[in-house]
T-cell receptor, first 112, second 111 residues
Framework: GDSVTQMEGPVTLSEEAFLTINCTYTATGYPSLFWYVQYPGEGLQLLLKATKADDKGSNKGFEATYRKETTSFHLEKGSVQVSDSAVYFCALKNTGFQKLVFGTGTRLLVSP | ETGVTQTPRHLVMGMTNKKSLKCEQHLGHNAMYWYKQSAKKPLELMFVYNFKEQTENNSVPSRFSPECPNSSHLFLHLHTLQPEDSALYLC??????????FGNGTRLTVT
């Protein structure tokens, strides 16, 4: 079945450092890919998405490019802030299905 | 305001209790979902409702009983739970192929 693999956390960075959180997927067909973010005490919020190969999703300084050849959707940000501390989830949704398949989440901790 | 409201935010219940979780969405979506979030595990899809009809039950034990009286409201009725059912229960809604919108969850502790 479809699956998503994320790097283990926590990822600990200093403010203004460069961020990469790796995500790879296994799926049949042509899934849409998503990054969700969960701040402490809250539910998940959609951060960005990409619906086809080579699409780049971006939001709030975060970017991720849908790479079909490497089945990856890595999340990047050039300069993180303390307020970016949260848990980040990579997810996919296959065509014709409503089910979102999530990775285990990666906790990001940014210190001043 | 996420557009999806869950109550209560926290719930502590004994294994013999019966309680219900409530979810309400104000987004006009036609699909609603229950997910379970446990520590160090991927989010687990429990149930999906489309236009009030259940379209997916992901092998969830019968001690969890969903109810969807209309497209805006979703309940999860709980009875004779086990300690391993302690988790964050997330409700979400969506419209057709659009991304899911999540509520802030109910933190459930079973004692």
């Amino acid at each position: 079945g479809d699956s998503v693999t994320q790097m283990e956390g926590p990822v600990t960075l200093s403010e203004e450092a460069f961020l990469t959180i790796n995500c790879t997927y296994t799926a049949t067909g042509y899934p849409s890919l998503f990054w969700y973010v969960q701040y402490p005490g809250e539910g998940l919020q959609l951060l960005l998405k990409a619906t086809k190969a080579d699409d780049k999703g971006s939001n709030k300084g975060f970017e991720a490019t849908y790479r079909k050849e490497t089945t990856s959707f890595h999340l990047e940000k050039g300069s993180v802030q303390v307020s970016d501390s949260a848990v980040y989830f990579c997810a996919l949704k296959n065509t014709g299905f409503q089910k979102l398949v999530f990775g285990t989440g990666t906790r990001l901790l940014v210190s001043p | 305001e996420t557009g999806v409201t869950q109550t209560p935010r926290h719930l502590v219940m004994g294994m013999t209790n019966k309680k219900s979780l409530k979810c309400e969405q104000h987004l006009g979506h036609n699909a609603m979902y229950w997910y379970k979030q446990s520590a160090k595990k991927p989010l687990e899809l429990m149930f999906v409702y489309n236009f009030k009809e259940q379209t997916e039950n992901n092998s969830v034990p019968s001690r969890f009983s969903p109810e969807c009286p209309n497209s805006s409201h979703l309940f999860l009725h709980l009875h004779t739970l086990q300690p391993e059912d302690s988790a964050l229960y997330l409700c979400a809604s969506s419209q057709e192929a659009e991304p899911l919108h999540f509520g802030n969850g109910t933190r459930l502790t079973v004692t």
